[in-house]
């Protein structure tokens, strides 16, 4: 017995030792001012809806992320909250594959299936339901255009790891402006297509260099602005802000009374928190957040655009241990290095917001947001 207490204590010590290594302290270089603004009313007719998720954005990630920016987020504008429990049809924890799949489609499938059932069978989009119902659409993304998140909303396949498949599902999607990296798979293919210039031909815009992105002018647009992932938020200034306020800018005047749907993500608080590096990983959400400030600005004045935020799951056992509100200060541990299966939150923001609001399965809730697209049904 006391050669077990004593090793007992041993082991015990040396998981603390680890568990004190692993903490780490980040202070943001990048604090930003939150916006301030008001919901419009809710009698108002929803004409676009703004869909963001950010990719392994928990509640541990956001109460970090508002701890670092000193106590203030824009997402604190958002007046419903709730619960989105993101279990999938075989795991219960999710891959973004089957978290995509949920808000895209309303349909839980497998980890790993993209825009397609539990049989394999294509499974329509918020964005099919838009387009048939006469909106324009759009995608913005940090990472590469086929990975899992973007790819539930544009295509179907039952593995996300075929990359050039799912490229090549972005031709039949009808989508009109996409915006993310990428650009490897769309062009140094295995077979040898070039999907940039087979969109080209199909009438979009192709644009190759984020310094073009403002000079286009026409629908539909291909913004393919990195070989892979666009840079980390700390390098890539306002690209990615810049990238949803063109799409806003050019969806809202061609969508006019018909509106629009966008799905926006914060793709790389994910790729972070698997690395067990909080402040890549801040610096990803707070960018995400302060254009999110842009997004509510914009929807505020518009009065008819519903905006939700939530996350397909959360990402590292974050933990938030200790910390600084006036020194924009966190002190955090990962508990490992990949999803886990606790509930996300979702905000919403708009007329509808009051429709939402307690906890959802993540498919009711991708099912809730299409229910606007076309309210008659
Ligand atoms: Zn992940």
Redesign the pocket.
Known sequence: MKLKSFLLAVCLSLCLAAAGQDLQSYVSPSPYRTVTVAEPAQDSDVRNIILMIG??MGLEQISCAWVVNHGSLNVDNMPVTGLSRTYSANRLVT??AAGGTALACGVKTNNGYVGVDTAGNPLGSIFDKAIAAGKKTGVVTTCRLNDATPATFCCNNIDRDEAEDIVADYLECGVDYIAGGGLKYWRERSDGRDIVAEMEAEGYSAVLDPDSLSSVKNLPVLAVLADLELPPALERGDLYRNMVKQGITMLSEAGGENGFVMMLEGSCI??WC?AGEIGPAMEELMDFDRTLGDVLEWAAADGHTLVIVTAD?A?GALTLQDGDLGEGKVSVAFGNDG?NGIAVPYYAFGPGSSKFGGILENSELGRLISSFVSPQD
Do not use: R
């Open positions: 990719d392994g891959d973004s994910d790729d698997h799951h990402t999803h």
